[in-house]
């Protein structure tokens, strides 16, 4: 993007008590299919919500985003573009709309079961929210942003969360500038001077929506890839004396675009992570805490503010290694992915994993295993954690983990 492990619900979850939303309901995504990927962990996640949520970093965030393009259709230099808004979209879309629409191949990593949390074969959660931008140019609108809540399979450390946030951005051109551009053939489009509007349209609305978030800054663009744009940039800017990735952008792909009914017309999309700019404009240091239901996180929020996050406990962390062979002792067939133990902790253990670290790997020179050894970092931001219970979660682990066909040193 533009960015059959099944086990009780883990304890150390944190509960919501705020209102959930209507898509909060855990049997809608652990349907008994032989390849449902999905943990009990994660549908719990589902509905959260946390970007309706007026006061809360994310919800902030997503409303200065929307705030900025509404102003655009009311600036001196507007062009009569609104953009309509969508933000309660359903999580569970078909891999059509999640890969196909979107020129991703079926061999592309992140359509593998390792990367996405599969309902079916053909049913997910969404990846990004790039998966609703065929639906919503299909049906004629010509200008939106798309939010909500996305869902990967990846690790665990104080940036990366299986469930995130994303501001899918989407403007198509008016055929009368466009016109130009009609009869040709791919190397005369990317050259052509409609090419060049549009992309300079691109980066000067989104230069101006970094602006609008962090003050004037400096900014640089990168060329990139997307199978969907083409072509395609990430935009960095200067802050806190470093340059940082803040999205990825692009004009859109023609076949994306005859593959949406819309092939009569050009445009542009963005997408954007709302945790990555949340951590950075509230100085908020783990990912985890936007999901806690902690008053002292929460009253340090209010709508339409951005202010610097207080840390308001540091609980020393409890670190305990794991260590096995990535296959059975009766073969050296290695089928083993590191996202499955990935997602064996995170099961057992919910939001007390702050982070996990290969610390050591080989392969015996012998019998041609290969052994892994990973350290677990455990650490609540709410409470100290006691030896006996994370033994207690670690013994979990280790008979968890034994179930990807692992043998344990």
Avoid at 13 to 23: E, H, I, N, R
Avoid at 166 to 176: A, D, F, I, R, Y
Avoid at 240 to 267: A, F, K, P, T
């Amino acid at each position: 993007t533009f960015s059959t492990l099944k086990t009780t619900t883990p304890q150390a979850c944190t509960p919501s008590l705020a209102p959930l939303g209507k898509y909060a309901d855990p049997s809608r995504y652990l349907q008994p299919h032989p390849n449902n990927n999905i943990t009990p962990h994660i549908a719990s996640l589902v509905g959260r919500d946390l970007h309706l949520r007026p006061s809360h970093p994310i919800g902030i965030i997503r409303s200065k985003i929307q705030e900025y393009f509404a102003s655009l259709s009311t600036s001196s230099t507007a062009d009569g573009t609104t953009y309509k808004i969508f933000d309660a979209e359903d999580p569970i879309v078909t891999t059509q709309q999640c890969f196909d629409d979107l020129r991703i191949p079926p061999d592309h990593p992140g359509r593998a079961p390792s990367d996405t949390y599969y309902i079916t074969d053909t049913k997910l959660l969404r990846t990004h929210t790039s998966a609703h931008q065929s639906q919503h140019l299909r049906s004629g609108v010509d200008a939106f942003l798309c939010c909500g809540d996305v869902y990967r399979r990846d690790e665990i450390d104080a940036t990366h969360y299986p469930a995130f946030h994303q501001m899918e951005g989407v403007k198509l051109m008016s055929t009368e500038a466009m016109i130009g551009a009609n009869g040709l053939n791919e190397e005369e489009w990317l050259q052509s001077p409609e090419c060049q509007l549009i992309e300079a349209d691109l980066k000067a609305t989104l230069e101006g929506l970094m602006d609008h978030l962090f003050g004037p800054t400096k900014k640089r663009w990168n060329e990139d890839f997307f199978p969907f744009t083409q072509p395609s940039f990430e935009l960095e800017i200067y802050h806190n004396d470093e340059w940082m990735e803040v999205l990825g952008c692009g004009v859109i792909h023609e076949q994306v675009l005859y593959l949406s009914n819309r092939s009569d017309r050009r445009g542009w999309a963005f997408g954007l992570g709302l945790e990555r700019l949340a951590m950075i404009l509230f100085k908020i240091p783990d990912i985890r805490l936007f999901w806690t239901e902690d008053e002292r996180f929460h009253r340090q929020f209010k709508e339409g503010k951005i202010v610097e996050f207080q840390p308001y406990s540091k609980f020393p962390p409890v670190f305990k290694d794991i260590a096995f062979w990535t296959s059975d002792k009766h073969t050296t067939s290695d089928n083993f992915v590191e996202n499955d133990f990935f997602d064996i902790v995170r099961s057992t253990a919910g939001d007390l994993v702050e982070r996990i670290e290969l610390i050591d790997s080989f392969t015996h020179p012998k019998t041609g295993r290969s052994s892994r050894c990973y350290r677990i970092s455990y650490r609540s931001m709410d409470r100290n954690l006691t030896n006996e219970e994370i033994d207690g979660l670690q013994f979990k682990v280790r008979d968890e983990t034994s179930t990807l066909g692992c043998e344990l040193r």
